[in-house]
Nanobody, 124 residues
Framework: QVQLVQSGGGLVQAGGSLRLSCAAS????????MGWFRQAPGKEREAVAA????????YYTDSVKGRFTISRDNAKNTVYLQMNSLKPEDTAVYYC?????????????????WGQGTQVTVSS
């Protein structure tokens, strides 16, 4: 089992940048594939980025390609989401998630453990 604690987020103007962090407990973090999801008001939770356990493969939804970067540091048990050129439509609650077996973007049911969520608000 793994527990995920998120940090980062906040309010930023359009065009700005933010970095989200997700720290995992336990010694098995390096075995987990990780993902970042977001959920805007009235919308379903969607996957925006994912990374395999080794960091060797990354995946992005089309709307964030070229702007967001997912990375991980297994020595620090942490996964990051660097968000650049932010747009108002990126406003949402962002969640990190872990899966032992699934890798890729997927859907909410593909991931087993979740962070507490953090608000990202982009003003125009």
């Amino acid at each position: 089992q793994v527990q995920l604690v998120q940090s980062g987020g906040g309010l930023v103007q359009a065009g700005g940048s933010l970095r989200l962090s997700c720290a995992a407990s336990g010694r098995t973090f390096s075995r987990y594939n990780m993902g970042w999801f977001r959920q805007a008001p009235g919308k379903e939770r969607e996957a925006v980025a994912a990374i395999t356990w080794s960091g060797g493969n990354t995946y992005y939804t089309d709307s964030v390609k070229g702007r967001f970067t997912i990375s991980r540091d297994n020595a620090k048990n942490t996964v990051y989401l660097q968000m650049n050129s932010l747009k108002p439509e990126d406003t949402a609650v962002y969640y990190c998630a872990a899966s032992l077996l699934f890798y890729g973007l997927g859907s909410q049911r593909d991931y087993d453990y979740w962070g507490q969520g953090t608000q990202v608000t982009v003003s125009s």
